[in-house]
Nanobody, 124 residues
Framework: QVQLVESGGGLVQAGGSLRLSCAASGRSISNYVMAWFRQAPGKEREFVAAIDLSGGIAYSTDSVKGRFTISRDNAQNTVFLQMNSLNFEDTADYYC?????????????????WGQGTQVTVSA
């Protein structure tokens, strides 16, 4: 099994940037589709972005397009989420997730492995 640990969250002013990292252990992430989800207080966990096994194909939800970029470094066994132009609505706990079967998915039910999350707070 793969274990995932997120880092890089924190408090940032609106318009600022953060880079989240997801370090994997136990298995190589080269066998997993990787994704980021987020969950704001009182809301459902929602899809943010996903990336295929090699990093050649990635997509993100409309609300973060042009601002967030998902990437992966299989050699470092790490996935990243670069977040730019942050706004208050981006405040949430951000979770890294891994999916065994090939094929990108926005559904959290398709991802069997999760990290503990890292908190991102954007101040106005």
């Amino acid at each position: 099994q793969v274990q995932l640990v997120e880092s890089g969250g924190g408090l940032v002013q609106a318009g600022g940037s953060l880079r989240l990292s997801c370090a994997a252990s136990g298995r190589s992430i080269s066998n997993y589709v990787m994704a980021w989800f987020r969950q704001a207080p009182g809301k459902e966990r929602e899809f943010v972005a996903a990336i295929d096994l090699s990093g050649g194909i990635a997509y993100s939800t409309d609300s973060v397009k042009g601002r967030f970029t998902i990437s992966r470094d299989n050699a470092q066994n790490t996935v990243f989420l670069q977040m730019n132009s942050l706004n208050f609505e981006d405040t949430a706990d951000y979770y890294c997730a891994a999916k065994v079967l090939v094929g990108l998915s926005q559904s959290r039910y398709h991802y069997g492995y999760w990290g503990q999350g890292t908190q991102v707070t954007v101040s106005a």
